[in-house]
C-alpha cells in the first residue's frame, strides 16, 4: 500500500487569509502581542505551535505557558467560527479536494493521511466548515510537533498504525508552500505542489492547480518523485536592518551595487568562506536564500581573488526571487555555523 498526505491550508481548504488573520488578532487580543513578523518563511519552524513559541521569545522573552497556549488556541477557533458566520465564502474547499479524499479511501492501493502545520482544533474546523469529511483519515498536528517534518513523521506513523501495514511502499505529500516542498526533501519522500507554480524554482517536479480531475491525480501520485531541493538556490549575507528597509521598498541593494556594480552572492559551499572573510564576529545578520531564476537582473559567474566562482547580481535585487531568510550570526567565538537550511541545499 502507498500513502499520500494532505497539508490543510491552500491544499484542501482555500483558509489561509483567513488564518492568518484571525491568528494574528488571537495574539493581539488575548495577549497585547501587536506587529508580528507575518512572512513565515522567516520563522525557524513554520507551524502554529512553532511560530507562537518564537514570537512569545520574541515579544516577551520568554516560552508561552501550557494555560496560555489554551487561551490561544480557544481564541483562535472563536475567531475562525466568528468569521464563518459572517462569510461562508471565506472557508471554501479547494476545488476538487472532498471528491479526491472520498475516492482515495475507497482506493485499496492508496492510504490517505492529514498532517497541518496548524493546530488540531483550527484544522478540524476549518476541514469542516469546507464541508471535507476526514472522518476515519489518521491526522498529525501542531499539537504534535514543532517541525512540519516531525509532523508528517507522526502523520506516517498514525497512518502505519491505521492501515496496519509496517511501511508503505511510497509515501507523497501533497502541500503548498516552500516550507512543505523543504518537508519533503528533508524527509526523501516524494512531493506534489498545488496552487503556486513557484514551487517548481525550489524543487517541486510536479504543480497542479487543484483536484478537479481524480483519474489525472491518480497518476500525478504514481509519477510523483522526491523534491530536488532548491538546484537555482544562490545566498547572500546581510544586516537584518538593511532586509527589512528592503521589503518596504519592494527592492533589495547592497552596499556593494553602488561601489563595485553588482551584489556579491555564494553558492551554498562558498557561504561558510565569505562569512569568516568579510563578516567575522558580526551579529544581527540574516541570510538571503535566492531562486536565480526569479532574479530579475543579469548573473554572472566570476572569478574572485581565491580562485574560484561567485555568482554576482548585477542589479537590484527584486524581493519575490528571495524565498527564504535565516539568522546568521557568529557565535561566541567569532565564527560561523551552517545553519540546517543550507545543509538541506543540494550542492
Request: glycine share 6%; proline share 2%; charged share 25%.
Amino acid at each position: 500500500m502507498q500513502l499520500v498526505i494532505f497539508d490543510v491550508d491552500s491544499t484542501l481548504t482555500n483558509t489561509y487569509k483567513i488564518d492568518e488573520n484571525c491568528f494574528v488578532r488571537a495574539l493581539a487580543l488575548e495577549f497585547g502581542i501587536f506587529g508580528i513578523n507575518t512572512n513565515w518563511t522567516e520563522y525557524r519552524y513554520t507551524t502554529d505551535s512553532g511560530i507562537t513559541q518564537q514570537i512569545f521569545q520574541e515579544k516577551l522573552e520568554r516560552l508561552p505557558l501550557s494555560e496560555e497556549l489554551v487561551r490561544l488556541k480557544a481564541r483562535f477557533v472563536s475567531l475562525l467560527q466568528e468569521a464563518f458566520i459572517n462569510n461562508q465564502d471565506l472557508f471554501n474547499e479547494i476545488p476538487g479536494a472532498a471528491n479526491i479524499l472520498a475516492s482515495l479511501q475507497l482506493n485499496p492501493d492508496w492510504g490517505v493521511a492529514i498532517a497541518t502545520g496548524g493546530w488540531r482544533e483550527s484544522a478540524k474546523l476549518k476541514l469542516q466548515k469546507a464541508n471535507l469529511e476526514i472522518e476515519g483519515i489518521p491526522l498529525a498536528s501542531a499539537n504534535d510537533a514543532l517541525s512540519r517534518e516531525d509532523i508528517i513523521k507522526t502523520a506516517i506513523i498514525k497512518a502505519e498504525k491505521f492501515y496496519q501495514v509496517e511501511k508503505f511502499q511510497k509515501v507523497v505529500f501533497v502541500g503548498d508552500g516552500v516550507w512543505d516542498v523543504k518537508a519533503a526533501y528533508g524527509l526523501s519522500i516524494a512531493f506534489i505542489g498545488i496552487g503556486d507554480k513557484k514551487l517548481t524554482s525550489v524543487g517541486a517536479t510536479r504543480v497542479i492547480k487543484d483536484f478537479t480531475n481524480f483519474e489525472d491525480f491518480l497518476k500525478i501520485l504514481q509519477d510523483a518523485a522526491i523534491p530536488r531541493l532548491s538546484m537555482n538556490t544562490i545566498l547572500h549575507i546581510t544586516k537584518r536592518q538593511q532586509w527589512e528597509q528592503a521589503k518596504n521598498l519592494g527592492t533589495y541593494r547592497a552596499d556593494s551595487l553602488e561601489s563595485e556594480g553588482f551584489i556579491h552572492c555564494s553558492k551554498s559551499t562558498q557561504i561558510l568562506k565569505v562569512a569568516k572573510r568579510f563578516f567575522n564576529s558580526q551579529k544581527d545578520l540574516v541570510l538571503l536564500f535566492i531562486d536565480s531564476e526569479k532574479a530579475e537582473a543579469e548573473i554572472r559567474y566570476e572569478e574572485a581573488e581565491i580562485g574560484e566562482l561567485f555568482p554576482h547580481i548585477y542589479g537590484e535585487l527584486n524581493i519575490d526571487a528571495v524565498y527564504q531568510v535565516v539568522d546568521f550570526e557568529a557565535a561566541e567565538d567569532g565564527l560561523f555555523e551552517l545553519p540546517q537550511e543550507v545543509i538541506d541545499l543540494e550542492e
